[in-house]
């Protein structure tokens, strides 16, 4: 049993970070705000990237039902999330919810101060066409704040793990496909890409970001285990 007596970045919370579970990355948990060590790593790049996070212009792709997405969602007037639809039309809202595909967005040219997205990219099947519409939507000086889990011992940017067909099947180019939790979709969602050490290179070809990765290991804020970083792209 993991305890550690700390503060939670996302509800500002004194708590008591504990779990039975060797996997701290889904399973320390807040036990106020349910948030994730991913969310809380985030909550902390924020605090340093846009502390005036509350009268900015946001959009958060595919959260969930937790942690600093709810913190977002009550205390940024400014606040929009998307999860994509594939047969409802682009651009108009389901429930909370606009309906965006990351690769075409409908949102004008520089909209937003800041865009988000917890573990999103590994599922996108083009993410420099992802990386180019959060460039174009957001304004000059903004930043793409986000996470997906970065390989250290992967010596190449990014291995494709699926792709589409001619025909918009699916073709799986390893021998186990992974699926991870999907917030709108019981079945899950498609890993399509493991990415590496050399991602923030990788990153600044496909836009013209400046792109910083950040580690850590912070048992005060409940951020340990594998795969801490949090990744900023600013349009400068």
Not at 31 to 58: F, G, K
Not at 70 to 88: C, I, M, N
Not at 187 to 215: K, N, P
């Amino acid at each position: 049993m993991y305890s550690y007596d700390g503060f939670c970045p996302c509800c500002e919370k004194d708590v008591t970070f504990t779990t039975s579970e060797v996997w701290y990355r889904d399973h320390l948990l807040c036990p106020i705000c349910n948030s994730t060590v991913r969310e809380r790593a985030l909550a902390l790049a924020l605090q340093q990237v846009a502390p005036a996070w509350r009268t900015l212009r946001i959009h958060e792709s595919s959260p969930g039902e937790r942690g600093i997405s709810l913190k977002f969602r009550s205390q940024a007037p400014g606040y929009v999330a998307s999860h994509f639809f594939p047969t409802s039309p682009k651009g108009e809202f389901v429930g909370h919810f606009r309906n965006e595909d990351l690769e075409n967005q409908t949102f004008h040219d520089e909209t937003f101060d800041l865009v988000i997205s917890f573990d999103v990219m590994e599922h996108v099947f083009n993410p420099e066409m992802v990386y180019r519409e959060v460039y174009r939507t957001l304004r000059s000086g903004g930043s793409y704040i986000h996470t997906f889990p970065i390989r250290k011992y992967q010596t190449e940017a990014a291995i494709r793990r699926a792709e589409h067909n001619s025909d918009g099947s699916i073709r799986h180019l390893v021998e186990t496909p992974e699926y991870h939790g999907n917030p709108i979709d019981v079945s899950g969602s498609l890993v399509t890409f493991d990415y590496g050490y050399d991602i923030a290179r990788q990153i600044a070809e496909w836009a013209s970001f400046d792109v910083r990765v950040s580690r850590f290991w912070d048992q005060r804020h409940g951020i340990i285990g594998e795969y801490t970083e949090v990744i900023e792209c600013r349009k400068t």
